[in-house]
């Protein structure tokens, strides 16, 4: 996949978007305010990053738990040779969001969220059996210590998320807010007034829609409404998942240690098993792998942990957020 090198109005404009995307009658106005353009000049610069490939989408990124789902990191131990017909039968489940081929012997990575009438592990098993897989891990998280993807083409420092996100308890949603959060999981109409067309339709006008929808980020059952990036048409085309074991009485302060890592996107506590002993998982993003394993050596070192895994992934079959309430 070629990459891109944005200007510094795109890779400001990139970065601002990942950060959140106004909830507002005429977002790109806001938008551009905040970073020196017109309406109608941040409108095309958004406009033209789509186009590039560089920006994935516009879209609400939901808590799953508060929506009434759960969901589950699998890993899968399948023959190389049934590895591309499996990817693909695994990525037709409407369930299914990231779907990675890794290195080592789980060499099959993906995420299913289901609705919580639904038996996750059940779910998950049923799929490894259909593709044959000679074995499956079960990986649902424990504790999140950390969910937030950012990627600066400037070098600018994250924001800081690395405060623990709680699993949620499901909210109670009226029908009006679950009108909302299907039209906000849709990309979002690159046009002046895009809430407008997003309310279309539900019988809500857009000043009813755009309050319901910061309320649900209030709330938190919207964690942000932002741009998502292709990482690999940034430079960042390492990926790399550590598997770290770490001391059932030190599973907090590691935790919490790794999660204030600027190199670190995510960082969950997951279930553990005795052939697959790692309790933290986390994702490092970097732009080759030696960078990548200098990250994890550094912060090895800081936590006191040498006991880790560093698994690339070497084939992107999937990525796309689930949508809820389908």
Not at 15 to 20: A, S, T, V
Not at 252 to 267: F, K
Request: charged share 25%; proline share 6%.
């Amino acid at each position: 996949m070629s990459t891109s090198q944005p200007s510094e109005t795109e890779a400001k404009l990139l970065e601002e978007l990942q950060r959140g995307f106004p909830l507002s009658p005429r977002p790109f106005f806001e938008l551009g305010q905040a970073l020196g353009l017109e309406e109608m000049e941040c409108l095309d610069q958004v406009r033209g990053l789509k186009e590039s490939g560089i920006l994935r989408s516009i879209e609400g990124i939901f808590e799953n738990q508060a929506l009434g789902y759960h969901s589950t990191l699998v890993g899968l131990k399948l023959a190389s040779q049934k590895m591309d017909e499996a990817a693909d039968h695994i990525g037709q489940h409407p369930g299914v969001s990231h779907n990675y081929a890794r290195e080592g012997d789980y060499n099959l990575w993906f995420t299913l969220t289901l609705s919580r009438e639904e038996d996750l592990k059940q779910g998950a098993e049923r799929l490894a059996e259909e593709v044959g897989a000679q074995d499956i891990l079960y990986l649902p998280a424990v504790r999140i210590f950390k969910i937030r993807t950012f990627f600066s083409p400037s070098g600018s420092p994250p924001p800081d998320y690395s405060k623990p996100s709680p699993l949620r308890r499901p909210q109670k949603l009226s029908s009006q807010e679950i009108a909302v959060v299907k039209r906000l999981q849709q990309d979002l109409p690159l046009e002046v007034e895009p809430f407008q067309t997003l309310a279309a339709g539900t019988g809500i006008d857009q000043a009813e829609f755009l309050l319901l929808a910061n309320g649900l980020q209030e709330a938190g059952v919207m964690r942000r409404y932002a741009g998502l990036v292709h990482h690999r048409r940034l430079g960042f085309s390492a990926n790399g998942m550590g598997c770290w074991e770490v001391p059932a009485l030190r599973i907090e302060e590691v935790g919490r240690t790794l999660a204030r890592s600027p190199w670190v996107s995510h960082c969950y506590q997951r279930l553990s098993y005795h052939r697959w002993p790692y309790d933290i998982y986390t994702m490092l993003h970097a732009t080759t792998r030696e960078e990548c394993h200098a990250y994890a050596r550094a912060l090895s070192k800081e936590v006191g942990v040498n006991h880790y895994a560093l698994l690339f992934s070497t084939k992107e079959y999937k990525q796309q957020r689930v949508r809820h309430f389908r």
